[in-house]
């Protein structure tokens, strides 16, 4: 089996791209050959046992650039995960960027996939970003998608052409709208929701954080742990029971800020809740505020997707799973 990994520097791109070393293999087929793309060099772990047969080949590029997805989808992979974009406040900072990166990247990549002929499974990383308010308290999975910002615009548009795709049978797709992934490890990365993470990692740490919003914001997260858990099972599951409905909701935990931190101060005690300060940021709030809060994902559930219970267990995922290293 040969699988493709784009955005595979990233952070949920690296953990995917381990766990598949580790594993070796895939919907009970070994893998043989893995390339991972990303627009910086990403970086190749060093196999374990069951994967050290594995041939992986890194590549850096842009994949909007004129015959990129072609020469990515040239070996003919069986299975592709195309987690690659430009996050949420970045899309919106940087117009021009958020469209050429998630809509048209994405865009080449599935032409490269129709045109190859070989309809494998594509795995695509959506967004609860595509709906927008006026939004009930907790969103039905028939809730009509209406984006508020060109994040949830761009991804809604990749979604609608994989269905489309699918449709047609260049593909065998499927798309997940990933809650927000919570805890990341390392640096801030651009998204507007980085402060739900960061105001868990840093104090942990012992550093200080900001919290740009309201304490009464309701959000829905899953670990990293998670996300790497809903990617296989997508690559794995029987898409016929999508009944022509690729793209659905990912389960998670829904809770206020004040949760969080609540959970916070159980997981590592009073002390770490101190370092937190509020500092108001109205362009942060502008685009959270129109997010929804909570979501039904029962299509998810009873098709097999699973996330974690409560934010607690969200919080031990963070400091069980660390950062996965480099070779």
Known sequence: MRILVTG????????????????????????????????????????????????????????????AARALIAPGPDVVFHIAGVVSGSAESDFD??????????????????????????????????????????????????????????????????ADYTRRGFMDGIGLRFPTICVRPGAPNGAASGFFSSIIREPLAGLPALLPVPRDLVHTHASPRSAVGFLLHAATMDTGALAGRPNLVMPGVAVSVAEQIEALVRVAGPGAAALIREADDPAVWAIVRTWPRRFEARRARDLGFEAESDFDAIIRAHQEDGTPAAA
């Open 97 to 162: 960027l958020g469209y050429r990166v998630n809509l048209d990247g994405t865009r080449a990549l599935w032409d490269a996939v129709r045109l190859s002929g070989t309809a494998p499974r594509v795995v695509f990383t959506s967004t609860t970003a595509v709906y927008g308010g006026p939004l009930p308290e907790t969103v039905p999975d028939d809730f009509a998608p209406t984006p508020q910002s060109s994040y949830g615009t761009q991804k809604l548009m990749c979604e609608l052409m994989l």
């Open 8 to 67: 595979a520097a990233g952070m949920v791109g690296r953990r995917l791209v381990a766990r598949l070393l580790a594993d070796g293999h895939l919907g009970g087929r070994a893998i043989t050959a893995m390339v991972l793309h990303d627009v910086a060099p990403p970086p190749v772990p060093m196999p374990a046992p069951a994967g050290a047969g594995i041939a992986v080949d890194a590549v850096t590029g842009d994949l909007s650039a004129p015959g």
